[in-house]
């Protein structure tokens, strides 16, 4: 497990993550940050946190992704929450989920992503 959380970490200084941005609603990823957790079983926990910094008045539905990478930038899992990101401020979100060993081993890093979600 440690070597794992290792080989993570190692991926994820070398890769420039990119931050997404909507223009339009003037939203921007923020602070991130990605940790393996406990293994149980054939489970791995995870947790994960970001930064919504929302430039624009007005509050905004999003939805903020994680995706989880093999060494190709293939995605192995990706986890999602909603959140509202309060206008001209930044909001933290974080979220905890749980991955197959057998897919957790290939991981070796990650991307974050930000979507504003259609209010209808």
Known sequence: MKALRLRVMAAA????LPVAA???????????NFDWRDAE??????????EVVNEAAADVDVE???D??????QVIHTDTTRATATGGETTRVSREGS???????????????IEPVDPS
Request: glycine content about 4%; overall charge negative; proline content about 0%.
């Open 41 to 50: 079983q054939e489970l791995v926990q995870f947790a994960w946190a970001a």
């Open 64 to 66: 903020v992704a994680i």
């Open 99 to 113: 991955l197959s060993l057998d897919k957790a081993t290939d991981v070796v890093s990650y991307r974050f992503r």
């Open 22 to 32: 909507s223009g339009a609603n003037q939203l921007k990823l923020g602070r991130n």
């Open 13 to 16: 200084l070398c890769v420039l």
């Open 68 to 73: 989880l990478l093999s060494d190709d930038d």
